[in-house]
């Protein structure tokens, strides 16, 4: 589960824009897959990077060691802003929204729950509502599901649109326990 997502979303957002302009997107997002995949298959590498008692000068020798061949300056710019700003412990986090949100060259994911088949045109008058707020290109993917008792829910990435009957039952039985009757 992402700690501090409007962090996380900032730092993520920011390094694609200026890598955008740079390196550009494509570039970016395959140095973040190498320096996660670098990570993950070397634990110390990252615990070193995190370390409190390694200067940060000496990590900026590291990471200039180790990749610099291997990934844009950009990507090594951004890591040494992490660990200046003693956020390292965020970019997997980091990865992990930009691979979310970019995996499908700009689509997002959407899960639509409901309880009974939907008509065509409902679910296109759905999917343009969600395109117009949201400003992006969909990949929709509809599940029944009954437990809803009816209405819809809305999944897209960590946000969840809950118009389902279940979710209003359980929101007025919250309202009338707090109810006092004397």
Same mark, same amino acid.
């Given at each position: 589960?992402?700690?501090?997502?409007?962090?996380?979303?900032?730092?993520?957002?920011?390094?694609?824009?200026?890598?955008?302009?740079?390196?550009?997107?494509?570039?970016?997002?395959?140095?973040?897959?190498?320096?996660?995949?670098?990570?993950?298959?070397?634990?110390?590498?990252?615990?070193?990077?995190?370390?409190?008692?390694?200067?940060?000068?000496?990590?900026?020798?590291?990471?200039?060691?180790?990749?610099?061949?291997?990934?844009?300056?950009?990507?090594?710019?951004?890591?040494?802003?992490?660990?200046? =700003? %003693?956020? &390292? /412990?965020?970019? *997997?986090?980091?990865?992990?929204? #930009?691979?979310?949100?970019?995996?499908?060259?700009? +689509?997002?994911?959407?899960?639509?729950?409901?309880?009974?088949?939907?008509?065509?045109?409902?679910?296109?008058?759905?999917?343009?509502?969600? =395109? %117009?707020? &949201? /400003?992006?290109? *969909?990949?929709?993917?509809?599940? #029944?599901?009954?437990?809803?008792?009816?209405?819809? +829910?809305?999944?897209?990435?960590?946000?969840?649109?809950?118009?389902?009957?279940?979710?209003?039952?359980?929101?007025?039985?919250?309202?009338?326990?707090?109810?006092?009757?004397?």
């Amino acid at each position: 589960m992402i700690k501090d997502k409007p962090v996380i979303s900032r730092y993520a957002e920011a390094f694609l824009s200026f890598a955008k302009a740079n390196c550009g997107t494509d570039r970016a997002l395959e140095d973040l897959v190498t320096v996660k995949n670098i990570i993950r298959d070397n634990p110390g590498f990252g615990q070193l990077l995190d370390n409190p008692e390694i200067s940060y000068s000496e990590k900026c020798l590291i990471i200039d060691g180790v990749a610099k061949d291997s990934i844009a300056d950009e990507m090594r710019n951004f890591l040494k802003l992490l660990l200046e =700003k %003693k956020r &390292f /412990n965020i970019f *997997l986090d980091v990865a992990e929204y #930009l691979r979310a949100k970019y995996s499908h060259r700009g +689509q997002i994911d959407v899960l639509l729950k409901t309880a009974f088949p939907l008509e065509l045109d409902l679910i296109r008058r759905i999917e343009a509502a969600l =395109k %117009k707020k &949201f /400003n992006r290109d *969909l990949r929709f993917y509809i599940n #029944l599901d009954g437990s809803l008792l009816g209405g819809v +829910q809305v999944i897209i990435g960590n946000t969840i649109i809950d118009g389902s009957v279940k979710k209003r039952l359980e929101g007025l039985r919250e309202r009338l326990a707090t109810v006092r009757m004397d």
